[in-house]
Nanobody
Framework: QVQLVESGGGLVQAGGSLRLSCSAS????????MAWFRQAPGKEREFVAA????????TYADSVKGRFTISRGNDKNMVYLQMNSLKPEDSGVYYC??????????WGQGTQVTVSS
């Protein structure tokens, strides 16, 4: 059974930083892309960032480019999202997702990020 567990969310002031982690287990994820999405209250879930299995290719939403960095751990079942210069509009529930191509089939339960102004 595939399980994705996110951690690292919390409350931070605008301009601050947070680092989210996602641990994937339950099967071999070789070749998969790992991604982060987020959903703010009353809004649709949106793409944030993705990284290929090899780690040699990353993609970011325009709204987070230059502020967020996605990376994989030496254990390739871990993915991280370093979030700097946070803004109130970055608030929401952040989800880790895994798959070959979108729409990804595996999702975590999410971790709450709240950025106060």
């Amino acid at each position: 059974q595939v399980q994705l567990v996110e951690s690292g969310g919390g409350l931070v002031q605008a301009g601050g930083s947070l680092r989210l982690s996602c641990s994937a287990s339950g099967r071999t994820f070789s070749g998969y892309t790992m991604a982060w999405f987020r959903q703010a209250p009353g809004k649709e879930r949106e793409f944030v960032a993705a990284i290929r299995w090899s780690g040699d290719s990353t993609t970011y939403a325009d709204s987070v480019k230059g502020r967020f960095t996605i990376s994989r751990g030496n254990d390739k079942n871990m993915v991280y999202l370093q979030m700097n210069s946070l803004k109130p509009e970055d608030s929401g529930v952040y989800y880790c997702s895994v798959g070959y191509t979108p729409p990804y089939p595996y999702w975590g339960q999410g971790t709450q990020v709240t950025v106060s102004s």
